[in-house]
């Protein structure tokens, strides 16, 4: 699944449109992160659980929108955003979504790129997209 931000794919023909596609969640952070992330922002700078849970959301919600643009017969997302918000001051709501299209390598390195993807099912980096994701366990392995 090609995923990107721009209108369209250099060196790919956008041949369909199947429509919007996204993926919703929402987290609340634990007790315990959310004590420790306490204590770190009295001290100002990163404060990592929050980092790893949103993180987590993010790529939970990309992987929820990859599985909508699949069901839909799409081999691509164009026009990617995120979009964030809160729920009653304690839950972050996490969107990705994007329109769903079919391309098609015409350049050659488009080619070597879409025949890579298709080896493998997915491009290198969208391993890590996952709608399994736990702050209290390991990351998925596919």
Request: neutral net charge; aromatic residues 10%; hydrophobic residues 35%.
């Amino acid at each position: 699944m090609l995923v990107v931000t721009s209108n369209d794919v250099p060196g790919y023909e956008i041949r369909a449109v199947y429509g919007e596609v996204f993926g919703v969640t929402v987290r609340s952070r634990n007790v315990g992160a959310g004590f420790t992330a306490g204590f770190r922002s009295l001290g100002g700078g990163e404060i990592p659980e929050m980092t790893k849970l949103l993180l987590q959301s993010r790529n939970e919600a990309m992987g929820r929108m990859i599985q909508q643009a699949q069901q839909r017969g799409a081999n691509g997302i164009i026009a990617f955003r995120f979009d964030n918000g809160e729920i009653a001051g304690r839950w972050t709501e996490i969107c990705a979504y994007g329109t769903a299209v079919w391309v098609a390598p015409v350049s050659d390195d488009a080619k070597r790129q879409y025949d890579a993807m298709v080896h493998t099912g997915m491009m290198p980096h969208q391993a890590q997209y996952s709608t399994k994701v736990s702050e209290y366990g390991p990351p998925p392995s596919h």
